[in-house]
């Protein structure tokens, strides 16, 4: 069931890079969503000199385990209209919310056609997967889960600490992560550096024949992976998109 315009309390705040948040809401009672969905948010704002109610879109980056709140995770867009708005929000304050929406989703009868799913994201795209690996995860569902994933620097790798203690609790957990500008770092960085590419693709996943691959991230991202993919003879019903 869709939720329409429903006022959600802001209940935490964390900040997770210099330039991204996540918003932790309060749910009086479950909101049913599938991983990977996304809710249309929404706040009264001054607009060409009137009030309006501006809504964008972001990817919701709970996982349905969780029943009592339900997370965004936000990246501050310093030219943008609306991100900006969200990041003056304090705890407390509310926000307006519809959905889920979407079907960037991952399904239940996944693991009983795949040995493997590969979750690739670029920046902030790693928030829906962040849902999926979380329910995954957290269900003890049999399959095993590599993420793929691509941020500026070291400091720009969101949910750090959570993908380090993930990883290390759960075998069928596996995380390569490469750094795009290492220079730009104040942190040491002796991990893999530049953008996900064919190569890395290719050794990063046992069986990519009997792999579904999420791919979400910018959109020339996107298109570089989904073109890295179809070189390496992945079917299109393996692939899922989700670019913004």
């Not at 399904?107 to 997967?129: M, Q, R, S, V, W």
């Not at 996900?196 to 579904?212: A, F, H, M």
């Amino acid at each position: 069931m869709v939720m329409m315009n429903k006022q959600l309390k802001i209940e935490k705040i964390f900040q997770e890079t210099p330039d991204v948040r996540t918003l932790i809401f309060r749910l009086d009672e479950p909101i049913d969503y599938k991983p990977g969905q996304f809710l249309m948010i929404g706040k009264d704002m001054m607009y060409n000199g009137e009030m309006k109610r501006i809504k964008r879109a972001f990817s919701i980056s709970s996982s349905p385990v969780t029943k009592d709140h339900l997370e965004i995770t936000v990246k501050k867009e310093e030219h943008g209209l609306f991100t900006p708005v969200i990041f003056q929000q304090k705890t407390g304050d509310f926000l307006e919310a519809s959905g889920p929406f979407g079907m960037f989703v991952f399904n239940d009868d996944i693991p009983e056609k795949y040995k493997e799913i590969a979750l690739i994201a670029g920046g902030t795209g790693i928030a829906p997967l962040r849902g999926i690996f979380n329910y995954i995860l957290k269900n003890n569902i049999k399959i095993k889960i590599t993420l793929l994933y691509s941020a500026k620097t070291p400091e720009h790798i969101i949910y750090k600490n959570e993908l380090q203690e993930l990883k290390n609790k759960y075998r069928n957990f596996n995380i390569v992560i490469t750094i795009t500008r290492p220079r730009e770092s104040k942190e040491e960085w002796n991990g893999l550096t530049g953008r996900i590419t064919k190569e890395l693709i290719k050794d990063s996943i046992d069986d990519l024949e009997g792999s579904i691959f999420f791919i979400c991230g910018p959109p020339e991202m996107v298109e570089a992976t989904i073109k890295y993919l179809k070189e390496l003879k992945i079917r299109s019903e393996q692939i899922k998109v989700d670019k913004w």
